[in-house]
């Protein structure tokens, strides 16, 4: 049997008045998700300050190139760590979908700061009269392949909601009549039992413990195991039968 490594809070589900079920996170989670969140918005924040800073320096004679490479380079690595720490409590403490354009806001902010941050610079040294060509060439790629990274970094290309958690923990608790799922370090899918053939395997060193929150974070995995799925749904027939053979035999 590979050990078993317990993570996360317990997340919970709560019936709203139109018999739809929220999610809410654990207080761990809560307090984790706003920790990222103000760590990254004050990364942004330094990016776009020292933004402005190239702004000025771009009109500036002569350009000072090393410096505005260096502020570049800084700018990137401030803006890619602000934006996989917002992704993170995103999947923390996701958004819901029933505000639109608040949940594109929320889950696409890290694109949208990254766009603000790197575009405005790419113009205005492409555009900038006191530069030579090979200067605009030079600035103008490391500007622009800063842009690319962080809006690579900054798009989630499949975000969490509140309504996709709540749904996918109520699946494992009507398979179960529990939340927790258990998923590998390399897996792809969680899984309802610890003993599954998947993951417990002379392979497999250690299974994680958590819910389905938990194992959207750690692991991006939203899908569950068939095999398990299958195991659970026999069980419950079982169990459903058994009822009904008692009930009869009274």
Known sequence: MAKITKVGGKDTLTPSSNNQTIFTPSKESASKAKMFRIIAIIGWLAAIGIEIKVILMLGEVPINMNWIIGFIVGMLILVVIANILWKKANRLDPASEKNKTKFFIQNQLGLIISVIAFLPLVVLILTNKNLSGKQKGLLGSIAGAALLIAGIT????????????????????????????????????????????????????????????????????????????????KAKALELTNEVESEAAK
């Open 154 to 233: 900054g798009t989630d290309f499949n975000p969490v909601s509140q309504e996709q958690y709540a749904e996918q923990t109520k699946q494992v608790e009507e398979l179960t009549g529990g939340n927790n799922v258990y998923w590998t370090e390399s897996g792809k899918s969680y899984h309802l039992f610890s003993d599954c053939g998947y993951i417990n395997s002379k392979r497999t060193n250690e299974i994680f413990e958590g819910n389905v929150a938990n194992a959207r974070e750690l692991k991006k995995i939203t899908d569950i195991c068939d095999r398990c799925a299958n195991k659970a749904k």
